[in-house]
Structures are given as structure tokens and as C-alpha cells.
């Protein structure tokens, strides 16, 4: 079945500083990879999705690029401030609403 | 715009036990989505509904089943529950059935089985 590993599980930087969040996916035929962001309490929460027609997208302080060749795709967070501290999920899915999720980067950002 | 709601927020039940747990989507979204997550296991499918059918189903035991009603609102059911049934399970909405779709999720219920 479809498999998705994320890395790394936790991390933790500098306030200011980039934060980046890699996952890969085993199903070539996944082609729709969103982001999730998970506060302590509470369900998960869409950041940024990216389909596998497009290799980069931004929003503001957040990006996500995929590598189609390699089955990769990242997260990119700029200028971290601390209430980006958070658990994010990456996900996968093929044509439908079944998402496969990755297993959470615990991120903290020091002020 | 309401998010998604789950009702209720917390359960406490014992072994043997059957649970039933409630979603309402985002009005408007026709499909809606179970998911279970528990520490050792992240975040895992269960199953998803549109149009109060089952289109798609995760790898979980029978004990686990669901329905849509016809106000797309959406109620699963674990009978016979087991202390590994403790878990946050999370129901996400989308707008509509084809191909992928945006999913919001609702701040899930927590099921503590005693």
C-alpha cells in the first residue's frame, strides 16, 4: 500500500531563522500533497497543498516544492516565528479524498 | 462559516463497550472523512463518505463502521471497543466528489476506553 515517511520528527530553530520539513511517497501515482499544521488541542489544519501538475508553490512565509522523479516534496518555512510552533503532517493522496499521512515533524521555534 | 463540528468532544468508556461519534460538515462539503490518530500510530484513514455512501475504506477491523445521512452529516460507530481503541478520531469534510479536495478538519473527539 501507499507509504509516506517525513523528516525529520523533530526540529527546532532559531526564531527568524528557515525551517524545512522533507517527505517522500512510495505510490508514483499520488498526485494531490497537502500540509498540515496541528495545534496542541486541536484537528489539523491545511497550510499549503501542492498538485502534482505544479513543482513549487508559495504563500507568503510558507512554500512547498515536489520532486515527481524522485517522489519527494518539502516544506519550506521562512523568517520562523514562535507561533510556528506546531506538529505538521505531509500527506499524499491518489484522485480522492483518502489521505496517507506522514508520521509529524514536531517543530519549535526558540524566540 | 461554521468549520466542522464533532460531537462530543470527550468519551471515557469501558472494554465491550460500543461508541457511536458524530460529524457535521461545513455546509455546503458532501464529503466527509473518519480519521483515527493515536501517538504510535499517527494519523491513519478509516473510511470516507459522499453522498451517504462509503467510497473509500482504510484497513480497520469491522468493529469500525460508519453512515452519511442525507444532510451529509456523518456518525461512526466502534462496537465492542478494545483498550487499543483509544485514540483522537478526527472526521474531515470536503467540498464535493471528484478527484482531490481541500479537507477541513474538525477538532476531533477523544476516546479514552477504560
Known amino acids: 500500500g501507499e507509504n509516506v515517511e517525513q523528516h525529520p ?3 527546532s530553530v532559531q526564531e527568524g531563522d528557515s525551517a524545512v520539513i522533507k517527505c517522500t511517497y512510495s505510490d508514483s501515482a499520488s ?14 489544519q491545511l497550510i499549503i497543498d501542492i ?32 507561533e510556528d510552533s506546531a506538529v505538521y503532517f505531509c500527506a499524499a493522496s491518489i484522485d480522492t479524498d ?11 521555534v526558540f524566540p | 462559516k461554521a468549520g466542522v ?26 464529503s466527509v472523512s473518519w480519521y483515527q490518530q493515536t501517538p504510535g500510530q499517527g494519523l491513519q484513514f478509516l473510511f470516507e463518505y459522499f453522498s451517504e455512501t462509503q467510497r473509500n ?14 444532510n451529509s452529516r456523518s456518525e461512526m460507530n466502534v462496537s465492542t471497543l478494545e483498550l487499543g481503541d483509544s485514540a483522537l478520531y478526527l472526521c474531515a469534510s470536503s ?8 479537507q477541513f ?5 477523544r476516546l479514552t476506553v477504560l
Open chain 1, 9 to 11: 520528527s523533530t526540529l
Open chain 1, 31 to 44: 498526485n494531490y500533497f497537502p500540509w498540515y499544521k496541528q495545534e496542541l488541542g486541536k484537528g489539523p
Open chain 2, 5 to 30: 463540528t464533532q460531537t462530543p468532544r470527550y468519551l471515557i468508556k469501558t472494554r465491550g463497550q460500543q461508541v457511536t461519534l458524530s460529524c457535521s460538515p461545513i455546509s455546503g462539503h458532501r
Open chain 2, 57 to 70: 475504506k482504510g484497513n480497520f477491523p469491522g468493529r469500525f463502521s460508519g453512515r452519511q445521512f442525507s
Open chain 2, 105 to 109: 478538519f474538525g477538532p476531533g473527539t
Open chain 1, 51 to 82: 498538485r502534482s501538475n505544479v513543482g513549487e508553490k508559495k504563500d507568503q512565509r510558507i512554500a512547498v516544492t515536489l520532486n515527481k522523479t524522485a517522489k519527494h516534496f518539502s516544506l519550506h518555512i521562512t523568517e520562523t516565528q514562535p
Open chain 2, 95 to 102: 467540498l464535493a466528489g471528484t478527484s482531490y479536495n481541500e
Open chain 1, 98 to 108: 483518502k489521505l496517507i499521512f506522514g508520521t509529524g515533524t514536531r517543530l519549535q
